[in-house]
C-alpha cells in the first residue's frame, strides 16, 4: 500500500511539471486572497527585476518614467484561519533605487509544496518604461510580455512564456513549456530562445533582416512564407538561414518540440 501511494503522489506530480501546472495552488479548502501594489520612478537607464516563485507575470509597457506593480496574493488552508496565515506567510521584498527596481515575491522555505499547508501562489501584473532592461523570473507560471523595447529576459520552469509586438532584444527560455514569441521588429541585439520540453513559435515582419539558427532535439522544424537563404548544414532538425540579405542573430533551441518560424 504505501509503495502504491508513492506510485501514485509520483505521477500526480510528474503530470503537473509535464503540464507546466502551478502544483502548489491546488484547491485545498478555504481561500484567502490580498492585493500588494506599488508605483516607482526610475532613471531611463534604470533596470527592473520582478522574481517569483509560483504564479504568472504580465508585462506591459507604462506611460513616462513610472514602474507600476501588482502583487495578487492567493492562499489556500484547511480553514478561514489556517488560509489567513498562509497568505501573511507570503511576504513581497523590495531592493528599489534610483537605476533600480526589484520585487520578489518570498515564501516560506518550509511550505509552499504539495501536500503542505501553504499552497499559495502570487501573480503579478506589472508596467515598465518599454525601453527599460527588465528580467522576469518565476518557477511554476507564466511569463507574458507586451509591447517591450528595451532588452528584455524572461525564465520560467514549468509554464510557457509568450512575448507580442517585441521591438527590442529578448532572451527567453523555459523548461516545461513553450515559447510563444511576436516579433513586431528584429533588434540589434538579437533574439534568443531556449526550451526544452515544449514547441518554440517565431513569427517576425517578414521584410525583416536577419540571421537565423535553429535546431531541435526531437522535433521539426518549419519555416513557412518567409523569404530565407539556407547557408551551412541544414537537416530536418537543423537550420541555418539568412532572412533579407541577413542581420541580427534570431537563435531557437529546442530538445522536445517542434520550431515554427514566419511571418507575422
Known amino acids: 500500500m504505501r509503495t502504491q501511494t508513492r506510485t501514485i503522489l509520483a505521477l500526480l506530480m510528474a503530470a503537473a511539471l509535464a503540464t507546466g501546472c502551478d502544483i502548489v495552488t491546488a484547491s485545498l479548502g478555504p481561500e484567502h486572497t490580498s492585493q500588494w ?14 522574481d517569483n516563485v ?122 516545461n513549456g513553450g515559447l510563444n514569441i511576436d516579433l513586431a521588429k528584429v533588434s540589434q541585439g538579437g533574439v534568443a530562445l531556449r526550451c526544452t520540453n515544449g514547441g518554440i513559435r517565431v513569427q517576425l515582419p517578414r521584410d525583416a533582416k536577419a540571421t537565423i539558427s535553429a535546431s531541435i532535439t526531437n522535433g521539426g522544424i518549419s519555416t513557412s512564407d518567409l523569404p530565407l537563404e539556407m547557408s551551412g548544414d541544414t537537416s530536418r532538425r537543423h537550420l541555418d538561414a539568412r532572412m533579407n540579405g541577413g542581420g541580427p542573430l534570431v537563435e531557437a533551441t529546442g530538445t522536445n518540440g517542434g520550431i515554427s518560424l514566419s511571418s507575422r
Open 54 to 175: 509560483n504564479g504568472r507575470i504580465e508585462v506591459e509597457p507604462s506611460s513616462g518614467n513610472t514602474v507600476e506593480v501588482i502583487a495578487i496574493k492567493k492562499a489556500h488552508g484547511a480553514s478561514e484561519e489556517a488560509a489567513k496565515a498562509s497568505l501573511d506567510r507570503i511576504t513581497i521584498a523590495e531592493d528599489v533605487s534610483e537605476s533600480r527596481v526589484k520585487v520578489e515575491a518570498k515564501f516560506p522555505h518550509n511550505e509552499g509544496f504539495m501536500f503542505t499547508g501553504n499552497n499559495g501562489k502570487v501573480d503579478f501584473q506589472v508596467k515598465v518604461p518599454a525601453g527599460v532592461e527588465a528580467n522576469f523570473n518565476t518557477v511554476n507560471g507564466e511569463v507574458s510580455l507586451r509591447g517591450m523595447a528595451g532588452h528584455v529576459k524572461a525564465q520560467t520552469t514549468n509554464g510557457g512564456v509568450t512575448a507580442r509586438d517585441m521591438s527590442g532584444q529578448l532572451d527567453a527560455r523555459t523548461t
Open 37 to 50: 501594489q506599488k508605483t516607482y520612478t526610475i532613471a531611463a537607464n534604470g533596470s527592473v527585476e520582478i
